[in-house]
């Protein structure tokens, strides 16, 4: 409506004001098969398609993070877990097997009655 409205305007000042006026009137005429087609034609924008999410979307979003990080967490924390028990064991292992080395070495360094029948 503005674009025909506008071309009689200026047809109507090209009465008045200046014949050249016409030109205009008809180019902006000529206008309106482009600006309907490209309505027509009109793809939507990439903002109309973006929604903003809810209060109670965000809650539950951020709600299904933090679940997710605390069993992220505790799945962490077994690991440690079972990696110092781990160590734990070896560590015992190994004090056992340092201790049972001590006590033979002991056990050769004393002069008991046994040991020189067995070194015989």
Known sequence: ????????????????LNPGFVAIAV?????????????????PD???????????QVLAII???????AALEAQALA???ELESETEDEQESEQEQLESIETTEL??????????????
């Open 1 to 16: 409506m503005r674009i025909l409205l506008g071309s009689a305007t200026a047809y109507w000042l090209s009465d008045i």
């Open 27 to 43: 180019l902006i005429v000529l206008f309106c098969p482009v600006f309907y087609f490209d309505k027509l034609t009109e793809e």
């Open 46 to 56: 990439e903002l109309d398609d973006f929604k903003i999410p809810t209060d109670e």
């Open 63 to 69: 709600e299904a993070k933090e679940a997710e990080a």
């Open 79 to 81: 690991e440690s877990e």
């Open 107 to 120: 056990e050769k360094q004393t002069v008991t009655p046994t040991n020189i029948a067995q070194e015989k």
